[in-house]
């Protein structure tokens, strides 16, 4: 099968755009996928950030400003990974355009913002639109949803998903524009990692009722450029509390967001107990997904057991890679790729697909719900 090529452009040269482009170097790793992107343009206010894609053959457009890729027609599909302030306007610029976006979360800033670029996409339908999520594509995780959607866990006593770093425990550390409201949005942590959170929930049909937030902002002050201490606003720990809905019955699930939780430095997790079965993973221990189920145990009767099993490399997209090789966090970036080039195509079928703009936008929804609750310290009605 020949491959359709896609060119690719990538707006912000910085930690993810770096990330997004060396994925896209490891393409040939995939089998049959029936799309063959070429990084062929990027974008940065900052020219020297552009010179690290000169290792990359195929790039032969550098441009510091990103409308110059958006009436360039040889151009189809953007990564865009900039300042959440930036997300509207860059992303409805995108849209209105026609080129395909993979954009970086939150889907905008704010609800406000969210809503401004789902109105662009019904204006232009021909431009495919997700955003990234990543983490679900871990294979665990792929058993874990698996699991939860055969339905082997029965009534759903309780479910959780987390995402937990300890990036900012260093209180010394300087400021940047994640750490400022103005930059990050007023959702603080919950713009930085809850779309990690919320995408599988969301997907499972488990879009919360009520919502109860409890929010920390523990630094509130860091070094800026100067050294002399500037204010860090930002929310850097949120927990949400929430009632969920699997199969018509009520059931909590908590959802964790934390820049500030020692011992982890980029943990995803995600855990779903019910009567019948359970299932939990961690990035933590990457090849590991643990599974609950009651035993008849001869002589004694039915016993509960929780069970350990090798999830081996293979996600949503086959690849070359040994099937009982380890994963880690730049092949879950290649698949999310996969997933989404696959997807434009209508050629992902059935398997798992990166957030959708519906579910991206719904994020904020919820984020706002917790800042509420927060304030009022009661639970808030979605
Ligand atoms: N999916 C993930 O796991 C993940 C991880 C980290 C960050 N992110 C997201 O990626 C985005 C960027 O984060 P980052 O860590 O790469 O940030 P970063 O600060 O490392 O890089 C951002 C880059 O954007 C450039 N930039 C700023 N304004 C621009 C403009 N108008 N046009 C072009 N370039 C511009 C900056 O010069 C910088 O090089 C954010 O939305 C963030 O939430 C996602």
Redesign the pocket.
């Known amino acids: 099968m020949s491959a359709k090529t896609v060119n690719v452009a990538i ?9 997004i482009a060396a994925a896209i170097q490891r393409w040939p790793a995939l089998i049959g996928h029936p799309v063959r992107p070429r990084l062929t343009a990027v ?4 020219p020297a ?1 552009l010179d690290w894609f000169d290792q990359i053959d195929t790039v032969t457009t550098k441009v ?3 409308r110059e890729l958006l009436i360039d027609d040889s151009i189809d599909v953007l990564y ?5 302030d ?2 509207e306007q ?1 992303y409805v610029d995108t849209i209105k355009a026609g080129k395909g976006l993979l954009a ?3 889907f905008g800033i704010d609800g406000g913002a969210a809503d401004a670029i789902l109105a662009a996409i019904s204006a232009h339908p021909e431009s495919f639109v997700r955003c ?4 679900p594509f871990f294979p665990g995780a792929q058993w874990a949803i698996n699991y939860v959607a055969s339905g082997a866990l029965g009534r759903i006593i309780e479910a959780r998903t987390a995402f937990l770093h300890s990036s900012d425990l260093d209180a010394t550390k300087p400021l ?3 750490r400022q409201n103005q930059y990050c949005g007023e959702a603080g942590v919950m ?2 990692l809850g ?2 959170v919320w995408h599988v929930p969301l997907r499972l049909g488990w879009a919360p009722e009520r919502v109860y937030g409890i929010l920390q902002n523990i630094v509130t002050e860091r070094p800026g450029q100067d050294g002399a201490l500037q204010p860090s606003d930002t929310w850097d720990n949120a927990v949400i509390h929430s009632w969920s809905r699997h199969e018509g019955i009520e059931f909590p699930l908590t959802t964790e967001m934390k820049r500030i939780d020692p011992g982890h430095k ?1 943990t995803w997790e995600f855990e779903a107990i019910g009567m019948d079965g359970g299932v939990r993973f961690s990035t933590k221990n990457p090849k590991q997904v643990e599974v609950f189920s009651t035993i008849d145990a001869p002589g004694i009767g039915r016993e509960q057991s929780w069970h350990r099993l090798d999830s081996g490399s293979q996600s949503v997209w086959p690849t070359v890679t040994g099937a009982i090789f380890e994963f880690g ?1 730049s092949d879950s ?1 290649l698949q999310m790729w996969a997933a989404y080039l696959a997807e434009r195509e209508g050629a992902l079928g059935e398997r798992f697909g990166c957030a959708r703009p519906a579910e991206a936008a719904a994020t904020h929804g919820i984020y706002r719900a917790a800042i509420t609750s927060f304030e009022t310290r009661t639970a808030v009605t979605l």
Do not use: Q
């Not at 707006?11 to 990330?19: I, Q």
């Not at 990234?132 to 983490?135: D, N, P, R, Y």
């Open positions: 707006v912000g040269a910085g930690l993810m755009g770096r990330e974008c940065d206010i900052n950030a510091t400003d990103y865009i990974a900039v300042r959440h930036l997300h860059l970086e979360k939150p990234s999520s990543e983490m940047n524009w994640k713009n930085d779309m990690h980029n966090f970036i």
